[in-house]
């Protein structure tokens, strides 16, 4: 019995003889294991390398981010700070970097074991952000509180198309003004129905051409004036006169219709003589109306005393507003040898002023448009003496849109 005893601890000795190992810790170079390898409390001289499925390092940092490196040991990153994050960078190994923000843009805020991203300002839908300036991609709709439009013409205004882009109306002229034209239409450029566009004074005889949009005219018609009295010579203790020419009539009228195309004729002014009669003024015309032209003045006969009249002044008529017939002449006298003697002023109308009297040798012209000539007198043994020109008529025209 004693002799099997012995074999058998003979037989668990021989494994530990073999390997040249000591029990109970052996140290073995290599180990192969068919099977499953369980040990209750591992120890390795070296640490166990990637390949045999450990991690080939000894030590890690606490807190530590750990990375493979192929068959070679794990690498660790880190620990890492407040706010870092592992970022992968390609064909490298990862590092540890906190997010960076953008200056006005976006501010990054890091804590222990946290990152905070937040802007300048608020951009909610009940925020009120405010910005220095705006730039967009495309012109910001009507419907966002935009004009829809990327660029408008200087000084146009602009007009309403509900939720469209605004249209625009392009500038208007100088004293022009935008008016409605109702509620389905655009307002245009234009002036105010009875707005003064023109004014046009006719010297010469023509055919009246309205400027452009005229509607209504206003129209002044002045005949022309009579000349004042030529007085006759006279001889020794002998005295003469002549009276002053009379004015040509005067129309003011408004018209609205059938005024484009009238024939305009201006009266000329009557024509003094030497010892006669002044001559008398021309009719003036715009279409159917016509002012009467003024009578020139009479001359009385050469004796010791003197007095003479004028004929009346030139008529009018048809006129809408006024019709103002013309005014006779002053008288022309000369009294019983005295140094009392006067020509016949001149009569004066609407547009235009009378010719004085005089004593010289021809009377004072009128002025303006449709005035009579001054008359003259002639004194003791004087030759005959030549009255004052009227003066001519005229047509104003104001025109209105």
């Given at each position: 019995?004693?002799?099997?005893i ?23 170079n290599?180990v ?5 390898l ?10 166990l390398p ?18 493979g ?8 990153l ?9 970022i ?55 419907a966002n509180?935009?004009?829809g ?15 469209s ?8 002229a100088?004293?022009?003004?935008l ?6 239409s655009?307002?245009?450029c ?11 004074v006719f010297?010469s005889?023509?055919?009246y ?5 005229t ?14 009295g ?5 001889g ?13 009539g ?11 195309g009238s ?5 000329s ?14 009719n ?24 003479i ?18 005014n006779?002449?002053?008288y ?8 009392v003697?006067?020509?016949g ?22 002025g ?21 020109a ?12």
């Open positions: 019995m004693l002799k099997k012995k074999l058998a601890v003979v037989a668990l000795l021989l494994p530990l003889l073999a390997f040249g190992q000591s029990y109970p810790s052996p140290t073995f290599n192969t294991v068919q099977g499953t369980t040990a209750a409390n591992q120890s390795f001289t070296n640490p990637v390949a045999s499925g450990g991690t080939g390092a000894a030590t890690f940092s606490a807190n530590a981010i750990l990375y490196n192929g068959t070679g040991a794990i690498q660790a880190g620990p890492l700070t407040n706010g870092q994050l592992v992968g960078s390609t064909g490298a190994a990862p590092v540890a970097a906190t997010l960076t923000g953008t200056a006005n843009q976006v501010v990054v805020t890091n804590g222990a074991g946290s990152i905070t991203l937040s802007l300048p300002q608020s951009i909610a839908t009940a925020s009120s952000p405010t910005f220095a300036g705006l730039t967009l991609s495309s012109p910001l709709t009507v509180g935009g004009t439009r990327a660029t408008l013409a200087n000084h146009a205004a602009l007009i309403g198309a509900g939720t882009a605004v249209t625009q109306i392009a500038p208007c100088a004293g022009q003004a008016i409605g034209a109702g509620a389905s655009d307002p245009a234009g002036l105010p129905t009875g707005t003064l566009i023109g004014i046009r010297t005889s023509t055919t051409t309205p400027t452009a949009g509607n209504s005219v206003i129209v002044a018609v002045q005949g022309g004036g009579g000349a004042g030529g007085s006759v010579a006279t020794a203790g002998q005295f003469a006169a002549g009276a002053g020419g009379a004015s040509g005067y129309i003011l009228t408004r018209l609205t219709s059938g005024f484009s024939t305009i004729t201006i009266g002014g009557g024509v003094g003589a030497s010892g006669a009669a002044g001559g008398n003024g021309g003036t015309v715009f279409g159917t109306l016509t002012a009467n032209g003024g009578s020139g003045g009479a001359v009385s006969a050469a004796g010791t005393s003197a007095a009249g004028s004929p009346s002044g030139g008529g009018a008529s048809g006129g809408s507003i006024v019709n103002v017939p013309g006779p002449g002053g022309g006298f000369a009294v019983n040898g005295t140094s003697a006067f020509g002023t001149g009569a004066n109308s609407p547009l235009g002023s009378g010719g004085i009297n005089s004593v010289a040798s021809t009377g004072g012209a009128a303006g448009y449709g005035g009579g000539g001054g008359g003259v007198v002639s004194g003791a043994s004087t030759a005959a003496q030549i009255g004052g009227g003066s001519q008529g005229v047509v104003i025209v104001w025109e209105y849109n």
